[in-house]
């Protein structure tokens, strides 16, 4: 009888009969609390998009780098991860102890700098066996190979709207080539290697994702690990395949640290900060302004000529980003 006393007093507390005891209204005030730490979220998923965003037009300036170093293309990789790695060794010294792991021996750690080794040395077959156009769109498959993984590996649910985004973002890779691809039985081979490289960019970001959200190693740190392992790589492919290495000019040096700076430490590293936080699926679809701030330099730097249908597949990447983007559930504020 006692205890139903009570109840009963708790009840005509809520309802307004008397006042509310003091642990109630400290109840109260913790849900307020915990409502506005709601908001927490949406911020970091803010900072971790805009990362993203930058980090795809960083990587998308990579080819105009390239076409004007005075090197061959492997020994370009290779400079680009190189080049990079002082500075991304001072951005992993700079981060706390507890993420902190310049060394690491992670298994997806240690795939995401084999992984994009494969992607650069199969994306430079490609360019000399096809289309630079054949190259580029097919290369635009990795998001088909990322939302596979996720859904297998990680188990990971792709939604509708990251459906008809990835559908958007295809569509829109393919007017951004617009009529410069082109298929031919001569250029199969070159076409395949395309798709290689897709499938090997995917499987890096998938490794970056898990690195990234079960060890909760640091973004600099696996950069740094990832550029070390693919520089290493590169290096022996360069050996083994190029005959001009070396750059042959002051102008040729700051090409390639450009490229070391803009691609691997903003564009790579930038990649690694956002795969934190977001879904890999969902980041897979951001790399596609990959290509349009590579058509935008090329518009810019080198004078290519950019077409309506060009245009619009670059607004319908941007659509199809914008519909797959994550959806963040505010709690109800409780009354």
């Not at 499987?203 to 600099?220: D, E, P, Q």
Request: hydrophobic letters at 55%; charged letters at 10%; aromatic letters at 12%.
């Amino acid at each position: 009888m006692r205890r139903s006393g009570r109840q009963r007093a708790d009840a005509a507390a809520l309802t307004g009969v008397t006042p509310a005891p003091p642990w109630l209204t400290k109840f109260r005030n913790k849900k307020k609390y915990l409502v506005n730490a709601a908001a927490l979220p949406a911020r970091q998923t803010a900072f971790a998009f805009a990362a993203l965003v930058i980090g795809a037009f960083a990587m998308g300036a990579s080819p105009i780098f390239v076409r004007l170093a005075d090197v061959g293309p492997y020994a370009s990789a290779f400079w680009r991860c190189f080049l990079a790695l002082p500075f991304l060794a001072l951005w992993a010294l700079s981060e706390p102890k507890e993420i902190r792991s310049m060394f690491s021996t992670d298994r997806a750690v240690i795939l995401s700098g084999l992984f994009f080794a494969g992607d650069l040395f199969f994306w430079h077959l490609s360019i000399l066996a096809t289309t630079v156009a054949n190259a580029t769109f097919i290369a635009t498959m990795a998001p088909v190979w990322v939302a596979f993984g996720a859904w297998f590996v990680f188990r990971e649910r792709m939604s509708q709207a990251n459906f008809l985004g990835l559908a958007l973002c295809l569509l829109g890779g393919a007017a951004l080539i617009g009529q410069s691809y082109s298929f031919a039985p001569e250029r199969l081979l070159g076409d395949g290697y395309a798709l290689v490289t897709s499938l090997f960019f995917g499987l890096y970001m998938l490794a970056v994702s898990n690195a990234r959200t079960r060890t909760k190693i640091g973004a600099g740190s696996l950069a740094f690990v990832s550029a070390a392992i693919t520089a290493a790589c590169m290096f022996v492919i360069a050996m083994m395949l190029e005959t001009n290495f070396m750059p042959r000019s002051l102008d040729g040096w700051i090409t390639l640290l450009s490229l070391a700076i803009v691609s691997q430490v903003l564009g790579q590293g930038l990649l690694a900060v956002a795969l934190g936080k977001l879904p890999a699926t969902f980041s897979s679809l951001v790399i596609f302004l990959e290509a349009v701030g590579a058509a935008a330099l090329g518009w810019l730097v080198l004078s290519e000529a950019l077409g309506p249908l060009q245009l619009f597949g670059g607004a319908l990447i941007l659509f199809g980003i914008w519909v797959a983007r994550p959806r963040i559930k505010t709690p109800a504020t409780t009354i």
